[in-house]
C-alpha cells in the first residue's frame, strides 16, 4: 500500500490500531488499499500523509467509489496542488508555519503555551498535521473536526 508521506510505522498504525483506538477490520483494509492505489495510480498522487488516515474515515460514512470521487474532487482539476491536501512535502511544511500563524492571530495565549513545549514549529506540528490529529484527539471529535 503506498504510504504517500505519511511512513511506513504511521501507516502500520493507522492499521493496526489508531482507527478509533483499534485495529482496521480486514475488510476495511482492503478498501483503503484499494482507494490509496487509485488515487496514487489514477490520480498520480505520490505525497499526501492526510489522505491515509482521511480516507479511513471517509470509509466508515461511504462506499469506496464516493471515497475515491471525494479525493478526486478535493484535488481538482490541477493534481499538482489542492485546497485541501498538501501534495509535497514543502506544502505541508507550509500548513504547518500558515497552522503556527493562525494560532499567533486567533489565539495568542494557547499559541504561547504550545510555542514554550515546542508544539509550534514544524518539527512538532509534522506528526499532528501528518495524522489529522488521529493520535491525539479522541475519534468522536476527529469526526467533527471532519464534520461527519
Known sequence: MPHLGLGELNLSNLLLRDHAGEM???????ALK???YAAHQSLGV???????DLTTIMLT???????YATIREMLEDDKS??????????????????WTDLMYKLYPQTAEALHD????????????L??????LL?????????DL
Open 24 to 30: 482496521i477490520p480486514p475488510k476495511g483494509a482492503d
Open 34 to 36: 484499494r482507494v490509496l
Open 130 to 135: 501528518k495524522r489529522f490529529c488521529v493520535t
Open 138 to 146: 479522541p475519534y468522536k471529535y476527529v469526526l467533527r473536526l471532519m
Open 81 to 98: 496542488w489542492s485546497h485541501f491536501l498538501a501534495l509535497s512535502r514543502v506544502e505541508h511544511i507550509a500548513w504547518c508555519k500558515t
Open 46 to 52: 505520490d505525497y499526501c500523509p492526510l489522505l491515509p
Open 61 to 67: 460514512v461511504m462506499e469506496e467509489s464516493y471515497a
Open 117 to 128: 513545549i515546542g508544539v509550534l514549529t514544524p518539527n512538532g506540528l509534522d506528526p499532528i
